[in-house]
Structures are given as structure tokens and as C-alpha cells.
């Protein structure tokens, strides 16, 4: 398991969940865990450019699902109160939303940590895919990823994805929230290779992109450019992993994904796993429903 909210979906436990939420008693938990973090976000999201921003990005949003998810979400930075918390569902990144896998799917998991997206990609995908391309940094991560599978259309890449090829400072481990920076800082001490997913052969024929990467996701979007325009895949960002994530990424996707539909979703309890999607229409579940 993952985390608490799929223990509480595997074993039914919302009635004693909802009384957690609902008390108080996870709001000044999370209060007390979070203060200075709340601080920031409250300045943040109040200046009046970030909010014309916001109203920006939930007028372009598809679905009214979406505009009250991401409201939600960051109102739940600001105030950590449960009753704030948005709806949040499992799997990520295989939502209704995004159709049908493609018989010949080439996907990108950029951040594939020890292989739990794989787990939920086999089942949406039934097992008939072309390619799965696999980023993770962390080399125990992919040896312990690689020791579990045995096909050859999975290729795992001992490198993390930025918008060029180099080296950047990794603050290596096992553990999830492992991340890369430009500059030596304390916990950032390993050199680990990034790529871009432009320069990789294996990438080329990409239909389905997802990036779950510690903050690195709008550098790892400008990197993949080249494939986003030529071969027009799906897109599963993470973007809660910083204040300004949470609008530039939508921002850069409008600006970059034309004829595409965008939604948002949360698949956590705490303030985290907030995702956004971008599909082409000729890949959405509507157009997929209109076909049929």
C-alpha cells in the first residue's frame, strides 16, 4: 500500500475515516505539522496576480469536475482542514478521462520510483502495449524495479529527466520525495545523469507521458517539446509539488497543447498527488464515446 487513503479504500474503513476528518483532529494535525508552509501558501495564492492567474487556468479547465478540484486544492494548502480536502480517487493517471490504451502505447514514466505506476498501467493497459520507458534516478530503485519484471518491451533508464542532458546534485535513497537540484546543498551531495526526453531513441514514439519528478516537471516539459508537437501524446503531470507548479504547469500546457482537453485530479488524503491531465480530443473518452 501506498498510502492511507488506499487502506481505507481496501479495507472499507470510511465511517472511522470520516470521523478522523471530520473531528478535528486531522485539521489541527495537519495545522500543527504544516504552519509555516500555510503561511506561504496563503501569500501566495492572495497575490492579485496569482489569482488572475488562477482564474485563468480553472476558465480553461474541461470539466466543472476539474475547476472545483483545483480550488479545492488550493484552498486545502492554505487551511489543511479535512473539510477543504478535494475528492481524491485511485489509480492516478489512468482516469476515465484520458480513453482507451492504444494497442500500440508507448509510455514514459518519468519518476518510476520501484515500478508501483507499472502495477496500474498493466491493468488499464491489459498487458497489450508497445513500450514502457521507465525513469528513476535512484539506481536501488531501478534494480529493485528490475528484479520484479521480466519483459522486454520495458526499458528502465538510470537517469532522471530535465530539458538537457547533464549532470545535477540527487538526494538519493529509496524513500518517495527523492529529488534533483542544479547546486550542491545539504542532503544534495550524489551526481546523477539527466536526460531530456527529446534526446532518447527509445522516446521517440511516445503516447502517453506521465511525470511524477520532485519539482522537475516543468523543466522535463520543455525537454519533451519536439514530442509533444510531432506526436501529440497523453499528459499526467504531478503539480503540487510547489505553489508556482500549481499554475505554470497548466499554463505551459495550454500554451504548448493545442486541441487538447485538460482536467485535474487528487488521488491523496493530504495536500499532495494533485495531477494534471491533458488529452487530445482525438484520444478523450469523448471522442472515443462519439465513435462508438
Same mark, same amino acid.
Given at each position: 500500500?501506498?498510502?492511507?487513503?488506499?487502506?481505507?479504500?481496501?479495507? =472499507?474503513?470510511?465511517?472511522?475515516?470520516?470521523?478522523?476528518?471530520?473531528?478535528?483532529?486531522?485539521?489541527?494535525?495537519?495545522?500543527?505539522?504544516?504552519?509555516?508552509?500555510?503561511?506561504?501558501?496563503?501569500?501566495?495564492?492572495?497575490?492579485?496576480? =496569482? @489569482?488572475?492567474?488562477?482564474?485563468?487556468?480553472?476558465?480553461?479547465?474541461?470539466?466543472?469536475?476539474?475547476?472545483?478540484? *483545483?480550488?479545492?486544492?488550493?484552498?486545502?494548502?492554505?487551511?489543511?482542514?479535512?473539510?477543504?480536502?478535494?475528492?481524491?480517487?485511485?489509480?492516478? *493517471?489512468?482516469?476515465?478521462?484520458?480513453?482507451?490504451?492504444? @494497442?500500440? @502505447?508507448?509510455?514514459?514514466?518519468?519518476?518510476?520510483?520501484?515500478?508501483?505506476? *507499472?502495477?496500474?498501467?498493466?491493468?488499464?493497459?491489459?498487458?497489450?502495449?508497445?513500450?514502457?520507458?521507465?525513469f528513476e534516478p535512484s539506481i536501488r530503485n531501478c534494480d529493485l524495479f528490475r528484479s520484479q519484471i521480466s519483459d522486454e518491451r520495458i526499458i528502465i533508464e538510470n537517469k532522471g529527466l530535465w530539458k538537457e542532458k547533464r549532470y545535477l546534485y540527487f538526494s538519493g535513497g529509496i524513500s518517495q520525495g527523492e529529488r534533483v537540484e542544479e547546486n550542491v546543498d545539504e542532503g544534495f551531495t550524489e551526481q546523477v545523469e539527466v536526460v531530456s526526453i527529446d534526446q532518447i531513441d527509445e522516446c521517440k514514439e511516445a503516447t502517453f507521458i506521465k511525470m511524477d519528478i520532485e519539482g522537475a516537471e516543468l523543466e522535463a516539459l520543455r525537454g519533451a517539446i519536439d514530442t509533444i508537437e510531432r506526436n501529440r501524446p497523453r499528459l499526467a503531470i504531478c503539480i503540487y509539488h510547489s505553489n508556482e507548479d500549481m499554475l505554470c504547469i497548466p499554463e505551459w500546457c495550454f500554451e504548448h497543447c493545442k486541441d487538447y482537453l485538460f482536467y485535474i485530479r487528487h488521488h491523496h488524503y493530504l495536500p499532495c498527488d494533485t495531477v494534471f491531465y491533458a488529452v487530445p480530443v482525438e484520444k478523450s473518452m469523448l471522442s472515443y464515446k462519439m465513435e462508438k
Open positions: 500500500m501506498r498510502n492511507i487513503g488506499q487502506l481505507v479504500e481496501k479495507y =472499507n474503513l470510511y465511517f472511522f475515516y470520516k470521523i478522523f476528518c471530520y473531528s478535528g483532529l486531522e485539521g489541527i494535525w495537519y495545522r500543527a505539522l504544516y504552519r509555516k508552509n500555510m503561511k506561504d501558501d496563503i501569500l501566495f495564492y492572495s497575490n492579485l496576480a =496569482n @489569482e488572475k492567474r488562477i482564474a485563468t487556468i480553472v476558465d480553461k479547465l474541461s470539466d466543472e469536475e476539474s475547476k472545483i478540484t *483545483y480550488m479545492k486544492a488550493i484552498k486545502f494548502k492554505q487551511r489543511r482542514k479535512g473539510i477543504d480536502r478535494p475528492h481524491f480517487t485511485y489509480p492516478a *493517471y489512468f482516469i476515465p478521462e484520458i480513453g482507451e490504451c492504444l @494497442e500500440r @502505447e508507448v509510455f514514459i514514466d518519468g519518476g518510476g520510483y520501484i515500478g508501483d505506476t *507499472y502495477e496500474d498501467f498493466c491493468k488499464w493497459s491489459k498487458g497489450i502495449f508497445g513500450k514502457y520507458v521507465f
